[in-house]
Structures are given as C-alpha cells and as structure tokens.
Nanobody, 118 residues
C-alpha cells in the first residue's frame, strides 16, 4: 500500500506563510516527480508546483516568486513553502506523486485545507 501523508495546512492572514509537507511511504520504488495541486470550491484542480527527480521545478504563474517547492529524496518527502499568501490561495492542497519504473503510477494525498483570511 502507498500512502501520502500531508501536514501543515491551516488558517493564516494575508501576507503570512505556511509550509506544507507530504511524506510518501509504501511500495514506491522510483519516484519521478512530487508536487502539489490545489482545488478551490467550484473550481478545477490545478497544478501549483512540481519538483522532478533531478530537482527541476515548475510553478503555476500565480505562485511564482511566492511559493517554493523542495524534495528530500531520501525521505520521499516534498515540501511547499508558501509566502506572501493571498486570499486567492485558499483551497484544498493535494500532494501528488508520479512513480515507476515498470509503468507510470500516480498517487494522491487526501488533501489539506489552506485558508487565507483576515
């Protein structure tokens, strides 16, 4: 069984910061990428940030310069440092893992709520 355990969500004021963590455990033999998606009420789930096996990163335009994704390969853990948070960042944030090597596999966390409000 593969599990993604997320933590770090909560309520913060605009301009504040949060750090999300996601630890993958179970029968994952080769992780190609780990990332974060988010889904606000009434909206589609969207990519926030991804870090690849070579530590390359990609960010949504809306979070560039404010969010930073990092990965601890030895611990199969991905982090999302969120700074200068805006109300528009309010959403459920989902951890995502893409893995192999025989066939591509994808795994999702259960989601953690991030609320940015004054």
């Amino acid at each position: 069984q593969v599990q993604l355990v997320e933590s770090g969500g909560g309520l913060v004021q605009p301009g504040g910061s949060l750090k999300l963590s996601c630890a993958a455990s179970g029968r994952i033999f080769s992780i190609y990428a780990m990332g974060w998606y988010r889904q606000a009420p009434g909206k589609q789930r969207e990519l926030v940030a991804v870090v690849t096996v070579g530590d390359g990163t990609n960010y949504a335009d809306s979070v560039k310069g404010r969010f930073s994704i990092s990965r601890d390969n030895a611990k199969n853990t991905v982090y999302l440092q969120m700074n200068s948070l805006k109300p528009e960042d309010t959403a459920v944030y989902y951890c995502h893992v893409r893995a192999g090597p025989i066939a591509t596999m994808e795994f999702w966390g259960q989601g953690t709520q991030v609320t940015v409000s004054s």
